[in-house]
């Protein structure tokens, strides 16, 4: 992983924006709302631009008019404390309606996103009374004692053909996830669209760098595949790798001096030889002597 914080907020509002491309001119995004002069921020508000328009997508056909998502990245925990902090804010959201009732009560819905099932959370649904439904792969509703529609979105869970893009926000993706991920952006057209996706690659790409330092020393990857990766990975890393590279290539020269040297090769010989197998010019090879 990289050394500087990877940054899943951001990319989670770029994968919401391709999730919902189809309606995206229907809705508007707002991210970190904030919901009042304090430090009381929703991470991503939706909203209908007109509320009666059906979204079909799993994740979005629970939407109404006004629509609160919050996002939990792989070290963050979703616990009950959490799920009543959401719904607090969307009170307070109901409450800051520019006349009285001017945001109805049945209008709200709230939606938890996380790489991995919360299991505490489920443990204290069951315990006291709330219903807990999964129409969709990856996606729970939850009802019972609750004042607004709710949904939980276990992204690990959800079908890979239909939510690439939030599925990518993992630290745990294979390289076959990850190959996936290109196709899907190769197929984007759209200059907003190819910016979410990078914004999502990058994130997808920093989270498991193991895979793209795997990608990198293959000799059969794509001039293609390098083309996109190089814009979207931070220069650190690719200098990182290529001072690998170099380190090792130094150690196996000096390797192959010591070697010759052993054999009784005289000092022009040696240089010569590495000259030609290293591609070196006659200064660098001198001082591997």
Request: include cysteine; charge should be negative; proline fraction near 3%.
């Amino acid at each position: 992983m990289s050394d500087t914080k990877i940054q899943w907020h951001p990319a989670f509002i770029a994968a919401m924006n391709l999730e919902m491309a189809d309606w995206r001119d229907s809705l508007r995004f707002d991210r970190e709302y904030n919901l009042n002069v304090k430090p009381l921020v929703i991470d991503l508000l939706i909203t209908k631009n007109q509320t009666d328009i059906p979204i079909h997508n799993e994740i979005g056909c629970i939407f109404r008019g006004h629509n609160i998502l919050e996002y939990k990245d792989p070290a963050d925990s979703l616990n009950i404390d959490v799920f009543f902090k959401v719904e607090g804010y969307a009170c307070l959201y109901k409450s800051y309606g520019k006349t009285v009732d001017a945001i109805a009560e049945n209008d709200i819905t709230m939606t938890f996103v996380r790489d991995n099932k919360p299991s505490g959370l489920f443990a204290y649904f069951q315990e006291h009374g709330y219903q807990v439904s999964n129409p969709f792969k990856g996606i729970y509703y939850i009802t019972g004692n609750i004042l607004f529609p709710a949904q939980i979105v276990v992204t690990k869970e959800l079908q890979p053909e239909l939510h690439v893009w939030l599925r990518a926000l993992s630290g745990k993706l294979k390289k076959q996830d990850l190959q996936n991920l290109l196709e899907h952006m190769r197929l984007l057209t759209g200059k907003m669209d190819r910016e979410y996706a990078e914004a999502v690659l990058e994130v997808a790409f920093r989270a498991n760098i193991q895979i793209l330092k795997e990608w990198m020393g293959d000799a059969n990857m794509s001039e293609e595949l390098l083309e996109i990766v190089k814009p979207i990975i931070e220069p650190q890393i690719l200098l990182r790798e290529q001072n690998a590279l170099e380190k090792g290539m130094e150690k196996g020269i000096r390797g192959a001096v010591g070697i010759l040297r052993h054999l009784g090769h005289k000092e022009d010989e040696i240089k010569s030889i590495i000259m030609q197998t290293y591609s070196l010019t006659d200064k660098d090879a001198s001082d591997y002597l």
